[in-house]
């Protein structure tokens, strides 16, 4: 039997805003940062990582929330639980005291996703595979059973979900077999930051298709004159056929998101992602019914399978964005995965960041095999930056993520980037402050 | 003029879990707790003080969260941020990098509230007044100044504002007549807790009515014959003209609530409060239709302006249960106050815990006297437990809060309350581990 011996964690934040990478209208200069979780156990060699994604100061309070779950995790044993999943996860976010700080939500939801997602890669590394594969090779019962389905019951119980799964059962060695030669669909955000000058836009996406990219996202929402000449310059670029999505990070009003996009309409933008407020469902829905067919896509801050469930059943978003590490970690993920597929509606995950990317390709490639109804409309984000940190990074081939092979969820740091980016006493920073 | 010099905060916990005060459905053990901020300033003897309430473990978080937010505050001139109350708040709130990790929730925005609070309690010092007099004596033009309308101003724009305020300026003194001679109309949750015995509820119900208590409330959800026991008791022991309220916290799912709620019906409960997720909106319009002439509260979770604006769009509650420190602070409460307004619900605001009655007292009296727009069904809700470790405690007569009357928002903390509960160093603590 193997146990958990202990719980670690690290702030580690890259200099990003140096160069205005990852800019937009809502987050102008973010250091892309990392609370770093380790899991150490007795077994041999046997560890598992995990991360929570932020964006420079704060960095600290996932580290020390990561702390505070870490006498939850010690002592716990793997194969207990892999023999009840859900009551893992429960047990992480069900700890009254620290649940009154979100509930669900913020830095402690946060940190329970960088230690639930530990705790997955460290299965998956013991089990020798890829987290996706690790996933795929579950029943459906078994993944009905790492759900906790509390206060969602009312749009999905667990007799629905295992329905939906085993509606997938069939053909899901040809649906691996696409994913294994083609790879995944996917879509690229580096082209299009805000802060980036036009030229450069123009000649990433230029860059972009070359390498064969048929969708890319620009951000918009500052100044409509400059979103205007910009759509139209990536139109120009992406000729008529090519998906151009738009990202305005939820810098508008209700009634000023919906003028908003009505004036770029001309440029066919496949979808606006976060108008709004992440939390305003029923702004989301009127959007919706006034920009179709313009899609709106929301998920990167919707921080809990309640706030997701209830966007399907107000019938507010075209396309569920789901986040790694917003929402509580991969039991949480299942659970938006099955509303998603009970909705009918495509999982485009959010990545970039640092980590997100890596983290996402498992949860898709999952989806795919052995979730999702329908490919239609199925891709992952993708950003070109900071992916030389990781011992496992992404790898991407025509607008496609191929399948991680190596085993675990692909979030493990290179220990010499922890040291030389760690917070507050890695040599980038203090050189630079 | 005079400006901030600093921000400090401090992790105090009382050991409530011992006797079992405050427990209920979800939360069976809370010790109630305090990032307790303190605001210096360069003017004599003038300080800040504002807490945000937690159950225990993870207070040291808000504590660092506090500490983050306090390189915002350094060096703001107290004239300036009254000359711009909206933009100090939007300075907080706003910051991106601290903003990613909600946004607007959870643990940033908890200790948001912190600071917040501990500014305008300065800003009432200051002035000589309590906090609720100094917003009082704010002119229609100043309150509506001090609120962020983003992503609130499809339901509510700062016009619609105005015209709220300005028309109950008339009557203004007949109102604080009535309010200096009776107080603010309130009712105990002090005997209905979870984890008191029978016996012990049913005594202390009737020593709140001895004292004048109209309205009671009491915990349920754990064991539906329980529940259905001792509201049979407190029904008795009321009669049938006083009110009953119930307080699931959140441990039911849509259809159980409905069907729990009609069990207790014959007991003729006022109001349900949060019978699920506190971020479910539809799923509280569901149960508001179905267990209706019961009225649905709810609020102690709603995190902001945005998700109220939503519970009153949806006419998915009955009863704004605003909690002072879990929005984000006097200007986002005077948001949901006016939202409230707006919609023509009663405000009955979140208390209890430790400090939270101290704090609601000045918004309820504030809202009562220039916000409001009728009396009708607005409380403040009082529990007994910790108030002798405040410098200006809460004062009750007949079931009525008295106007607070020393200067601040009541929320200092007798310094040797903090020396002796202070964690985990303090006396109480270092003898129980």
Same mark, same amino acid.
């Given at each position: 039997?193997?146990?958990?011996?202990?719980?670690?964690?690290?702030?580690?934040?890259?200099? %990003?805003?140096?160069?205005?990478?990852?800019? #937009?209208?809502?987050?102008?200069?973010?250091?892309?940062?990392?609370?770093?979780?380790?899991?150490?156990?007795?077994?041999?060699?046997?560890?598992?990582?995990?991360?929570?994604?932020?964006?420079?100061?704060?960095?600290?309070?996932?580290?020390?929330?990561?702390?505070?779950?870490?006498?939850?995790?010690?002592?716990?044993?793997?194969?207990?639980?892999?023999?009840?999943?859900?009551?893992?996860?429960?047990?992480?976010?069900?700890?009254?005291?620290?649940? @009154?700080?979100?509930?669900?939500?913020?830095?402690?939801? !946060?940190?329970?996703?960088? $230690?639930?997602?530990?705790?997955?890669?460290?299965?998956?590394?013991?089990?020798?595979?890829?987290? @996706? =594969?690790?996933?795929? *090779?579950?029943?459906?019962?078994?993944?009905?059973?790492?759900?906790?389905?509390?206060?969602?019951?009312?749009?999905?119980?667990? #007799?629905?979900?295992?329905?939906?799964?085993?509606?997938?059962?069939?053909?899901?060695?040809?649906?691996?077999?696409?994913?294994?030669?083609?790879?995944?669909?996917?879509? %690229?955000?580096?082209?299009? @930051?805000?802060?980036?000058?036009?030229? +450069?836009?123009?000649r990433l996406a230029a860059d972009a298709l070359a390498d064969g990219w048929g969708?890319? +996202?620009?951000?918009?929402?500052? #100044?409509?004159?400059?979103?205007?000449?910009?759509?139209?310059?990536?139109?120009?670029?992406?000729?008529?056929?090519?998906?151009?999505?738009?990202?305005?990070?939820?810098? @508008?009003?209700?009634?000023?998101?919906?003028?908003?996009?009505?004036?770029?309409? /001309?440029?066919?933008?496949?979808?606006?992602?976060?108008?709004?407020?992440? *939390?305003?469902?029923?702004?989301?829905?009127?959007?919706?019914?006034?920009?179709?067919?313009?899609?709106?896509?929301?998920?990167?801050?919707?921080?809990?399978?309640?706030?997701? +469930?209830?966007?399907?059943?107000? #019938?507010?978003?075209?396309?569920?964005? !789901?986040?790694a590490c917003r929402l509580g970690g991969v039991n949480e993920v299942l659970a $938006?995965?099955?509303?998603?597929?009970?909705?009918? +509606? /495509?999982?485009?995950?959010?990545?970039?960041?640092?980590?997100?990317?890596?983290?996402?390709?498992?949860?898709?490639?999952?989806?795919?095999?052995?979730?999702? /109804?329908?490919? *239609?409309?199925?891709?992952?984000?993708?950003?070109?930056?900071?992916?030389?940190?990781?011992?496992?990074?992404?790898? %991407? =081939?025509?607008?496609?993520?191929?399948?991680?092979?190596?085993?675990?969820?692909?979030?493990?740091?290179?220990?010499?980037?922890?040291?030389?980016? =760690?917070?507050?006493d890695g040599p980038v920073w203090r050189t630079a402050r």
């Amino acid at each position: 039997m193997t146990s958990i011996t202990g719980v670690s964690a690290v702030d580690v934040r890259f200099p %990003t805003s140096r160069f205005l990478d990852g800019s #937009d209208a809502m987050n102008p200069d973010p250091d892309y940062s990392a609370a770093y979780c380790t899991i150490t156990t007795d077994g041999p060699g046997l560890e598992g990582y995990g991360l929570t994604f932020t964006i420079g100061r704060g960095t600290e309070l996932c580290v020390a929330a990561i702390d505070a779950f870490a006498p939850l995790l010690r002592g716990l044993e793997l194969d207990a639980i892999e023999a009840d999943q859900a009551g893992f996860w429960r047990r992480i976010v069900g700890d009254s005291q620290l649940r @009154w700080l979100g509930p669900e939500k913020g830095v402690v939801h !946060l940190a329970a996703a960088a $230690v639930v997602n530990a705790v997955w890669d460290l299965l998956a590394r013991r089990a020798g595979k890829p987290l @996706w =594969r690790y996933l795929a *090779d579950l029943t459906p019962q078994q993944v009905v059973a790492a759900v906790d389905f509390r206060h969602i019951s009312d749009a999905l119980d667990p #007799d629905r979900a295992l329905d939906l799964l085993s509606a997938r059962v069939p053909g899901r060695a040809a649906r691996l077999e696409t994913l294994l030669a083609k790879g995944h669909p996917a879509y %690229t955000t580096s082209a299009g @930051w805000l802060g980036y000058p036009d030229e +450069k836009i123009e000649r990433l996406a230029a860059d972009a298709l070359a390498d064969g990219w048929g969708a890319i +996202k620009m951000k918009v929402g500052r #100044d409509l004159e400059d979103d205007v000449r910009r759509c139209r310059t990536l139109r120009a670029v992406l000729g008529p056929d090519r998906l151009l999505m738009v990202d305005a990070n939820q810098v @508008w009003e209700v009634s000023q998101a919906i003028d908003w996009v009505h004036a770029l309409a /001309p440029f066919e933008p496949y979808w606006i992602e976060e108008p709004v407020s992440p *939390d305003d469902i029923l702004g989301h829905a009127r959007i919706r019914a006034a920009v179709a067919p313009v899609r709106v896509a929301t998920g990167e801050h919707c921080h809990n399978r309640v706030m997701f +469930k209830q966007f399907l059943q107000a #019938d507010a978003l075209d396309v569920v964005q !789901l986040d790694a590490c917003r929402l509580g970690g991969v039991n949480e993920v299942l659970a $938006v995965l099955l509303l998603a597929a009970a909705f009918n +509606k /495509p999982v485009c995950p959010h990545a970039g960041g640092v980590g997100l990317c890596e983290y996402v390709q498992h949860l898709s490639f999952f989806d795919a095999i052995a979730v999702a /109804p329908a490919p *239609d409309g199925r891709m992952i984000e993708h950003a070109a930056h900071l992916h030389e940190h990781f011992l496992d990074p992404i790898r %991407t =081939r025509a607008g496609h993520y191929l399948a991680p092979e190596q085993p675990g969820f692909s979030i493990a740091l290179r220990p010499e980037s922890i040291a030389e980016f =760690r917070f507050p006493d890695g040599p980038v920073w203090r050189t630079a402050r």
